[in-house]
């Protein structure tokens, strides 16, 4: 399971990152805003790797593969 991080900035924006996923970081008006757009990056950023034959270990655990 990836951990999403919050942050209120001086601003007002929320932010939110997944530090195990280099480079998932989004903002939002809301936290909810920022913690969804979080995770739809890091599902995309996820696709990628294993598109491209990158392992995800965690990505063991969300899938059961029955033969």
Not at 17 to 45: D, H, I, K, M, N
Request: hydrophobic letters at 45%; proline letters at 3%.
């Amino acid at each position: 399971m990836y951990a999403v991080e919050t942050e209120q900035e001086q601003d007002g924006r929320w932010i939110a990152e997944v530090p195990e996923l280099q480079g998932v970081l989004a903002y939002g008006q809301t936290r909810e805003e920022a913690v969804r757009r979080a995770q739809a990056l890091s599902l995309r950023v996820l696709a990628e790797r294993l598109e491209h034959g990158e392992d995800i270990p965690q990505a063991q655990a969300v899938f059961s593969i029955v033969a």
